[in-house]
């Protein structure tokens, strides 16, 4: 009973340290500063081990190194400057310093110098990854790297001729667990496998200044067009899409079941203790109209708790908490159990979503990519979506949680720290939970007289054939509460003189061309409401009119990313790209300073050039 109540008093400890860390001043401590904040966050170095000695109020040399170990232990930007996202992970720890040899700057340059050494010869590092928790191979120290990590293999789009293809349809993706896989590979010094590699995931992010909806449209469309920068015989056209903003007072009501992987595999700091603390973290956000069920699996299947009411918080914490990690993993039964139990409290009017969270590493039951997405698409049809939320990494099974999510009209993340998982489930919860938009489909018509050919960056598994776009029986993808879709083509201007394979008919019948019409293209959009079948149309003719020299900030932010993608797949479209001129057109993007994301994103390039 004992051990049931400090549990308890634990998990209200770690719910009331998030919430006040949530109203975190902005600012950073920066070596030199002075003042209270700093002799708080120096208390709370002492406390956790990272530093010895008093409090002294002063940022001083010590407080840096300090900082860095506690940086480099969580696998977060180094840079030993506490910022927010720092400060916040400081303030919610609760175990003290693993004693590791990086309590000196001089010992973390030498690490990183490997790190370094191990990306430039795309080798993975071996053993296992010295920073807490995160273990990247199931081999001892000294044996190889046993990684059974699984990617879908694509290939990149490639230029199509306007004449036999002016019509490109893709269904909307708004998932960024690529770019979460990319990011945590990066900082642990391993090379970044091409399949995991997906441009779109990547794009969507970030946040950029996009058109707000405007009348009773589900989403605002915002449309730019600039000189390619990695091949001056190409154009780039950007398109974003900007769905509307649900509030929190108006949202529906939530019916949430959180299923848990508690397989043997999910053991360790970043798997499972990291997805209970994911999930204290949501329970603080939810009201007392909305009710959990949590449904565990392994070797078997249970109903942990079913149907309780968000406001009875210790009661779920408790049994959150409680979970351990054994056994095989039967997920097929566990996904089975989680729908029944949805249905067992569907809400008409409500949001009804199953959280999975797990390495994907399904080994009993249905484990085949394609079945378990039949399995997703037939229950879909019951009205309960399946968001996947994705942890671990060296058996980490990509390629079953994108099927799960885009067949069970949801969508994936992939979560590598507490910060990321506050990412998905707080700062954008909105997306996650609340579809403003579903079955959306873009089509783009390109006028032949204007372009000759074009080339879609990403979206490679969400392509459509032109005839399913008005067919409201295909499935196209969701846009949550607040999401933010980003798609970049590459243009070939009717008088470029640049050669990728243009194919003509000599049947192409008469009139096909644009007839003196000033259009370039147009955007349409298809796209149902939340609760309705049939979807409606959204038009956005474009002129060659808003062609402009000067990039904007969303369109460097997006080429940017787009080269580093194009680099890391080794596209044989990437031109001129590499991680230096991607890093240069960061740096002369003015959306970058004070965005933590886009910061990391310039540290992760950084990195990457170093190790070229």
Not at 115 to 123: E, R, V
Not at 133 to 159: I, L, Q
Not at 534 to 546: H, Q
Request: proline share 3%.
């Amino acid at each position: 009973m004992m051990k049931k109540w400090i549990a308890i008093l634990l998990t209200l400890v770690m719910a009331f340290t998030v919430a006040a860390a949530a109203l975190a001043e902005d600012g950073m401590l920066r070596p030199g500063d002075k003042g209270e904040e700093v002799t708080r966050l120096q208390e709370k170095l002492i406390e956790l081990q990272y530093m010895d000695g008093e409090a002294t109020g002063v940022y001083d040399e010590a407080t840096e190194k300090a900082v860095l170990w506690f940086q480099e232990d969580h696998y977060l930007l180094r840079t030993g400057i506490a910022d927010e996202i720092t400060r916040r992970m400081i303030e919610e720890e609760t175990e003290p310093a693993a004693q590791y040899d990086y309590n000196s700057y001089d010992v973390c340059e030498e690490a990183e110098a490997g790190a370094m050494y191990s990306m430039a010869t795309s080798a993975p590092v071996g053993g296992v990854y010295s920073a807490k928790g995160a273990v990247n191979s199931y081999a001892a120290p000294g044996e190889p790297a046993f990684n059974t990590d699984e990617y879908t293999m694509f290939e990149s789009n490639r230029f199509l001729s306007t004449r036999t293809s002016p019509l490109s349809t893709f269904a909307a993706d708004v998932d960024t667990s690529s770019y979460a896989q990319f990011r945590r590979r990066v900082l642990l010094g391993e090379s970044v496998p091409a399949d995991s590699v997906r441009v779109e995931e990547m794009l969507n992010y970030f946040h950029y200044d996009y058109k707000q909806p405007t009348g009773d449209e589900p989403f605002g469309v915002t449309v730019e067009y600039a000189d390619c920068p990695w091949n001056g015989q190409t154009k780039l056209l950007q398109i974003g899409l900007q769905a509307k903003t649900v509030t929190a007072e108006k949202r529906p009501a939530y019916n949430l079941v959180f299923l848990i992987d508690t397989s043997g595999s999910m053991d360790g700091e970043d798997r499972l203790d990291l997805v209970k603390r994911a999930f204290l973290m949501l329970l603080d956000e939810l009201g007392p109209q909305d009710t959990v069920s949590i449904v565990a699996y392994a070797s078997q299947d249970r109903v942990v708790m079913e149907g309780v009411p968000a406001s009875e918080k210790t009661r779920i914490m408790e049994a959150i908490t409680e979970l351990e990690a054994h056994g095989a993993t039967n997920g097929t039964a566990g996904i089975l159990r989680a729908y029944e139990t949805a249905e067992k409290y569907f809400r008409e009017d409500g949001i009804n979503r199953i959280l999975l969270a797990t390495d994907g590493d399904l080994n009993v039951g249905v484990t085949s990519e394609g079945e378990l997405a039949r399995l997703a698409e037939e229950k879909r049809r019951t009205g309960i979506s399946l968001t996947c939320m994705g942890f671990g990494m060296g058996n980490y099974k990509d390629n079953k949680m994108e099927a799960l999510a885009d067949y069970g009209n949801g969508n994936c993340w992939y979560i590598d720290t507490i910060h990321e998982a506050r990412k998905a489930l707080v700062t954008e919860g909105g997306g996650t939970f609340v579809t403003v938009a579903k079955d959306v489909k873009i089509q783009v018509d390109f006028n032949p007289e204007k372009i000759r050919g074009y080339r879609l960056i990403g979206y490679e598994d969400r392509t459509m054939a032109a005839e399913d776009f008005a067919n409201d029986e295909k499935d196209g993808g969701e846009l949550g509460s607040g999401h933010r879709m980003t798609a970049l083509y590459e243009i070939v201007p009717a008088e470029s003189d640049f050669d990728f394979g243009e194919a003509e008919s000599r049947y192409r019948a008469a009139g096909t061309e644009g007839g003196g019409n000033s259009e370039m293209l147009t955007v349409s959009i298809r796209a149902k409401e939340p609760d309705g079948d049939a979807s409606k149309l959204y038009e956005y003719p474009v002129s060659e009119g808003i062609y402009t020299e000067q990039m904007s900030d969303n369109m460097k932010l997006a080429a940017a990313v787009a080269e580093v993608g194009m680099v890391l797949r080794d596209s044989e479209w990437k031109g001129t790209a590499t991680f230096e001129s991607a890093r240069e057109l960061l740096r002369g993007c003015g959306s970058v300073t004070g965005d933590t994301y886009k910061e990391e994103l310039v540290y992760l390039v950084n990195l990457l050039a170093r190790a070229r």
